[in-house]
């Protein structure tokens, strides 16, 4: 078998067989086949796609190339939740908690960010102590006792996709459904959940722009995920404007912690409810969703999400003071705030440049060794729909002086004011099961 046999065979839109896939894949982590061969394959699969079958394959040869985690020896139902991210997504740190006190087991491993979505390791690093490398043993002894891990992921988990998506990162060949869906699910299978559920972003914020392909890609994942014996849900959400109102680190943490005191902003707040009563419904825990949501409200008020989310991150070395002082996070320098330039309704919010602006400020990366600055970041005041009057605040600037200017800039021209009237837009468009 030669690498350009199969290279030549995709690029005339032929499918490859499970031996053939094997073949890549196991010659390019081994050093065998070069990038530039690599790089062909890749932009073959780009024009020419690849079929349920080739997306299973490459997933589980992707997932079988590393090291898988097994938590067989947690009693109980291990759920895991992603989110193909967004600007402000800090949802991770609301839901687990939450499904985490309704008796689920969250052993979960998260990503750092890169670009203008955050990551949830770095908003978790914001906490004073709190550290995102756990031992093997100490992660099982943490999900047994308390139920909830949020942790990095290791070295070995998946190199195929680790080596691969950073060739597809400077070759032009990210989008595409089969390797977008292929690099997500064999992480998410390696990290050994019995239930896996998919928030699968739409708009301007997220790396989906269309319901149409944030759909197809949602329907490839879950086939993926259903075919390898895991129970997979995706649901579609909004993205044409930043989640909640926190844009960074440091600042989406405390959201996350109001949210889970019972208040914070309305739209994120359902989000976490509706993710969270998924969870639920998925695992069996609830019969129908006026019963999951009531559990999960439930779960709310009487503060046992919250305490969740304290022992996880006593039981992670960070200070759990945080939680009713917010002054320990620290505060950047300067609050600047961006104001309407006229009055009428907000119709559009250009997500994606508030979270470049973030990025600028430093509360993000656009390299993966650039430092991320925890006190930085965004507060949008403003949805879509809501009526201003000229000089109202749509924006504040939390900054330590880094590309201040230009983050000022590129936020002011982010919110388009019209005339006439615009209706609110839902945070839910649709589920895959």
Same mark, same amino acid.
């Given at each position: 078998?030669?690498?350009?046999?199969?290279?030549?065979?995709?690029?005339?839109?032929?499918?490859?067989?499970?031996?053939?896939?094997?073949?890549?894949?196991?010659?390019?982590?081994?050093?065998?086949?070069?990038?530039?061969?690599?790089?062909?394959?890749?932009?073959?699969?780009?024009?020419?796609?690849?079929?349920?079958?080739?997306?299973?394959?490459?997933?589980?040869?992707?997932?079988?190339?590393?090291?898988?985690?097994?938590?067989?020896?947690?009693? &109980?139902?291990?759920?895991?939740?992603?989110?193909?991210?967004?600007?402000?997504?800090?949802?991770?740190?609301?839901?687990?908690?939450?499904?985490?006190?309704?008796?689920?087991?969250?052993?979960?491993?998260?990503?750092? &960010?890169?670009?203008?979505?955050?990551?949830?390791?770095?908003?978790?690093?914001?906490?004073?102590?709190?550290?995102?490398?756990?031992?093997?043993?100490?992660?099982?002894?943490?999900?047994?006792?308390?139920?909830?891990?949020?942790?990095?992921?290791?070295?070995?988990?998946?190199?195929?996709?680790?080596?691969?998506?950073?060739?597809?990162?400077?070759?032009?060949?990210?989008?595409?459904?089969?390797?977008?869906?292929?690099?997500?699910?064999?992480?998410?299978?390696?990290? &050994?959940?019995?239930?896996?559920?998919?928030?699968?972003?739409?708009?301007?914020?997220?790396?989906?722009?269309?319901?149409?392909?944030?759909?197809?890609?949602?329907?490839?994942?879950?086939?993926?995920?259903?075919?390898?014996?895991?129970?997979?849900?995706?649901?579609?959400?909004?993205?044409?404007?930043?989640?909640?109102?926190?844009?960074?680190?440091?600042?989406?943490?405390?959201?996350?912690?109001?949210?889970?005191?019972?208040?914070?902003?309305?739209?994120?707040?359902?989000?976490?409810?509706?993710?969270?009563?998924?969870?639920?419904?998925?695992? &069996?825990?609830?019969?129908?969703?006026?019963?999951?949501?009531?559990?999960?409200?439930?779960?709310?008020?009487?503060?046992?999400?919250?305490?969740?989310?304290?022992?996880?991150?006593?039981?992670?070395?960070?200070?759990?003071?945080?939680?009713?002082?917010?002054?320990?996070?620290?505060?950047?320098?300067?609050?600047?705030?961006?104001?309407?330039?006229?009055?009428?309704?907000?119709?559009?919010?250009?997500?994606?440049?508030?979270?470049?602006?973030?990025?600028?400020?430093?509360?993000?990366?656009?390299?993966?060794?650039?430092?991320?600055?925890?006190?930085?970041?965004?507060?949008?005041?403003?949805?879509?729909?809501?009526?201003?009057?000229?000089?109202?605040?749509?924006?504040?600037?939390?900054?330590?002086?880094?590309?201040?200017?230009?983050?000022?800039?590129?936020?002011?021209?982010?919110?388009?004011?019209?005339?006439?009237?615009?209706?609110?837009?839902?945070?839910?468009?649709?589920?895959?099961?």
């Amino acid at each position: 078998m030669r690498a350009v046999d199969i290279i030549l065979k995709k690029r005339n839109n032929l499918p490859l067989t499970q031996e053939e896939i094997h073949f890549i894949i196991e010659g390019y982590v081994s050093g065998e086949i070069p990038d530039y061969q690599i790089s062909a394959l890749l932009m073959a699969i780009c024009f020419n796609g690849l079929n349920s079958e080739e997306r299973k394959n490459l997933t589980l040869e992707m997932l079988h190339s590393g090291e898988e985690v097994d938590l067989s020896q947690i009693d &109980g139902i291990c759920v895991d939740k992603h989110s193909t991210g967004g600007v402000g997504d800090k949802t991770s740190l609301v839901v687990a908690p939450i499904v985490a006190s309704c008796g689920l087991k969250i052993a979960k491993m998260s990503g750092r &960010g890169l670009g203008h979505t955050g990551g949830t390791l770095d908003k978790l690093e914001s906490i004073p102590g709190f550290s995102i490398s756990v031992s093997s043993k100490d992660f099982f002894k943490q999900v047994k006792e308390i139920g909830i891990a949020i942790v990095g992921q290791t070295a070995n988990i998946t190199p195929a996709d680790k080596k691969l998506y950073a060739l597809r990162d400077v070759t032009g060949t990210v989008e595409s459904v089969g390797l977008i869906s292929a690099s997500i699910m064999s992480k998410k299978l390696a990290s &050994g959940a019995h239930s896996i559920l998919l928030d699968v972003k739409v708009g301007d914020g997220a790396f989906m722009k269309t319901i149409d392909d944030a759909t197809t890609l949602a329907k490839a994942m879950v086939e993926i995920g259903n075919s390898c014996g895991r129970k997979t849900v995706a649901m579609l959400t909004d993205m044409d404007q930043p989640l909640g109102e926190a844009v960074g680190n440091s600042i989406e943490v405390i959201e996350a912690i109001e949210t889970l005191k019972g208040r914070g902003n309305s739209d994120f707040r359902k989000l976490c409810y509706e993710i969270s009563s998924q969870m639920l419904l998925m695992t &069996g825990v609830c019969k129908d969703k006026e019963e999951a949501l009531k559990l999960v409200d439930e779960k709310i008020t009487s503060g046992a999400a919250l305490e969740k989310l304290r022992q996880m991150i006593i039981y992670q070395h960070g200070n759990p003071n945080v939680i009713d002082d917010y002054s320990l996070f620290g505060k950047c320098k300067n609050d600047v705030l961006v104001k309407a330039s006229t009055s009428g309704y907000v119709s559009k919010i250009k997500t994606l440049d508030v979270g470049i602006s973030a990025m600028l400020l430093g509360a993000g990366r656009n390299k993966k060794e650039d430092p991320i600055d925890p006190v930085v970041g965004v507060g949008v005041k403003v949805k879509v729909g809501t009526k201003v009057n000229k000089g109202d605040t749509l924006a504040i600037i939390h900054s330590n002086g880094k590309n201040e200017k230009e983050a000022y800039e590129m936020l002011a021209s982010s919110f388009v004011i019209s005339d006439e009237f615009v209706s609110e837009k839902d945070i839910i468009l649709g589920i895959v099961e």
